[in-house]
């Protein structure tokens, strides 16, 4: 095992499908010259050359286009948005096209496009750029979205992204771009739609996907301090989600709390609440707790925003109610 950085893994990813396949580009602003905006695609325009590694002018809509009708052509796209705040300028594209098309065309079409990009918020960077919308896409069929939390995941998850037929929305972090963490040198896929119990654990399950999961983990680290024993999920995959993983860990805890970094209405968590409720309802010993964002844009001040997070302290809090204390 190597230690890498999460760009490192990203990059790795697209370079290794590229030099697989050929109908794979990538596509975005500044990912080929400035060798990505977050330097996730170093080094791939000097490897691939400016006809499969290509800078975009800033129109989402026009380059999303692009993609989507090459990848009915034959091609494989990847498309990067600096944040993914700036792909609703050619959100119609991806759902109203990108999603829809294999069933329009009666499977005469297939879209195998990923788009991938930072979600949810990177500090102090306003309303318009702190959200995070990967329910907005789970929300459409025939669209898969992934958010990984490690490099390891974020490498093994993409490589499958970019192998699948259909439409891929793979969301990233830019404050997760520096983590390192241990990565095989080997060729390895992770297949979409599979959980990952991060931490084993018998009095509650934490559900969790992304940046916020690093909560999850202090939260638990203190709550193991009184005793308390916290087993964490992460989704890794929000559509297909792996709802038998999640079931399976709250009929032996009993109890639920679930974390993510996105308003609470209509919010992953509803969903997760919803299915466990109705598949495993006489396994739970105390009402289900979410833990989201303030349902507020997101604030610029720094006293606000840390109030408008998701903390570990929460967590804490939110534990120690389904268990009573």
């Known amino acids: 095992m190597r230690t890498i950085q999460f760009r490192e893994a990203i990059c790795e990813a697209m370079s290794e499908e590229m030099r697989r396949d050929e109908s794979i580009y990538l596509m975005g602003e500044e990912v080929a010259e400035y060798n990505g905006a977050y330097k996730a695609s170093k080094g791939m325009l000097a490897e691939f050359g400016d006809k499969r590694v290509i800078d975009t002018p800033i129109a989402e809509l026009g380059f999303t286009g692009i993609a989507v009708g090459s990848a009915m052509n034959g091609c494989r796209p990847i498309v990067e948005y600096m944040t993914f705040n700036f792909c609703l300028v050619g959100i119609d594209q991806i759902i109203s096209n990108a999603a829809k098309m294999r069933q329009m065309s009666g499977g005469q079409f297939n879209v195998p496009i990923v788009f991938r990009g930072p979600t949810a918020s990177a500090g102090q960077l306003g309303a318009t750029h702190s959200q995070a919308l990967e329910n907005w896409f789970a929300n459409t069929p025939g669209l898969k979205v992934v958010v990984p939390s490690t490099p390891y995941d974020a490498k093994g998850l993409l490589k499958s992204a970019i192998r699948d037929d259909d439409p891929v929305i793979f969301m990233e972090s830019e404050q997760m771009y520096g983590d390192k963490g241990e990565v095989p040198d080997g060729e390895y896929t992770i297949p979409l739609g599979v959980a990952d119990i991060k931490r084993e654990g018998t009095d509650v399950t934490i559900v969790s996907f992304g940046k916020i999961i690093k909560e999850a983990f202090i939260a638990a ?40 970094e996105a308003w609470p209405f209509a919010s992953v968590s509803s969903e997760i609440t919803y299915i466990v409720q109705e598949r495993a309802f006489d ?3 105390a009402p289900i707790q979410r833990i989201t964002t303030a349902d507020t844009p997101a604030p610029y001040s720094p006293v606000l925003l840390k109030e408008w997070l998701p903390n570990s302290e929460d967590v804490i809090k939110a534990v120690k109610k389904v268990l009573n204390k």
């Open 283 to 285: 396994y739970l010993d």
């Open 221 to 260: 680290d203190e709550l193991a301090k009184e005793g308390i024993s916290c087993e964490i999920i992460d989704l890794r995959t929000v559509r297909p989600m792996d709802h038998d993983a999640i079931l399976a860990s709250v009929r032996k805890t009993n109890r639920l709390v679930v974390l993510e």
